[in-house]
């Protein structure tokens, strides 16, 4: 599956071992993607993102991008 409007694969988006920043509001593009009939609360997906970005792995990524001058 891939994230609307997006060439990045989802595994590749979500990725622990090489965490890269996800895209602001992230979850209406996985949302967009998604049936209606999910068989979990679409909640636990915000949960799921904010977990990943909450992880110390994450967040060591982005103070590592470097920023334009």
Known sequence: M???GCM?????AFNWDEPKPLKKRIEKDIFATLPE???FPRLAIRWAIAYY???PRYLDALF???TPL
Do not use: H, S, Y
């Open 53 to 55: 970005v909450g992880a």
């Open 64 to 66: 590592k991008i470097p």
């Open 37 to 39: 009939d999910l068989p």
């Open 8 to 12: 990045i694969p989802i595994q590749t």
């Open 2 to 4: 891939r994230l609307a």
